[in-house]
Antibody
Framework: QITLKESGPTLVKPTQTLTLTCTFSGFSLSTSGVGVGWIRQPPGKALEWLALIYWDDDKRYSPSLKSRLTITKDTSKNQVVLTMTNMDPVDTATYYC?????????????WGQGTLVTVSS | SYVLTQPPSVSVAPGKTARITCGGNNIGSKSVHWYQQKPGQAPVLVIYYDSDRPSGIPERFSGSNSGNTATLTISRVEAGDEADYYCQVWDSSSDPVFGGGTQLTVL
């Protein structure tokens, strides 16, 4: 059974750096083709993809946020970490991590429950 | 970058059929995935690869994809189907793209 859970601060101040951790079980990020992505959703708005990391450490970033994002993995701990610099109130959102299985244009088939991050002074 | 266009809202009476569209340039050449999101909950995959259903998803949910439009069809709509629905594809850079979402209201 695959599960993912996001953790991190619920409140950050403008200009600070946000660090979120996705802790997962039921799969290994060393399995060929597997990936973990981060997707966010501002209140009342649509899903927005942020970043993705694959089993081979290939990393992908949203072009509009690439300069602010870093994604890393710790395979031994079953964790994926996302950092976002220079936070702004418009970054207030629920942040999700999700599993992407191997093999072609696969979907995000398992999602974490999400964590709400508020950016405010 | 690749853009997916969804209608902001769709309304349907209980027992009727709801159709939610997802438009994109030659989307028929891509694999489309659909997610259901109920208030306060994480998205749930309901259709993948255009028309496949994950285990546990009712047969009332189906999908199609051709030309410039993909469609999620929900037959015999129930009150519990009221949710936001998002389509998703992978663009030419192998990055995921989400549609803007459609709010399904059951009258």
């Amino acid at each position: 059974q695959i599960t993912l859970k996001e953790s991190g601060p619920t409140l950050v101040k403008p200009t600070q750096t946000l660090t979120l951790t996705c802790t997962f079980s039921g799969f290994s990020l060393s399995t060929s083709g597997v990936g973990v992505g981060w997707i966010r959703q501002p209140p009342g708005k649509a899903l927005e993809w942020l970043a993705l990391i694959y089993w081979d450490d290939d990393k992908r970033y949203s072009p509009s946020l690439k300069s602010r994002l870093t994604i890393t993995k710790d395979t031994s701990k079953n964790q994926v970490v996302l950092t976002m610099t220079n936070m702004d109130p418009v970054d207030t959102a629920t942040y999700y991590c999700a599993h992407r299985r191997a093999g072609g244009p696969t979907p995000f088939d398992y999602w974490g429950q999400g964590t709400l991050v508020t950016v405010s002074s | 970058s690749y853009v997916l266009t969804q209608p902001p809202s769709v309304s349907v009476a209980p027992g009727k059929t709801a159709r939610i569209t997802c438009g994109g340039n030659n989307i028929g050449s891509k694999s489309v995935h659909w997610y259901q999101q109920k208030p306060g909950q994480a998205p749930v995959l309901v259709i993948y690869y255009d028309s496949d259903r994950p285990s546990g998803i009712p047969e009332r949910f189906s999908g199609s994809n051709s030309g410039n439009t993909a469609t999620l069809t929900i037959s015999r709509v129930e009150a519990g189907d009221e949710a936001d629905y998002y389509c998703q594809v992978w663009d030419s850079s192998s990055d995921p793209v989400f549609g803007g979402g459609t709010q399904l209201t059951v009258l």
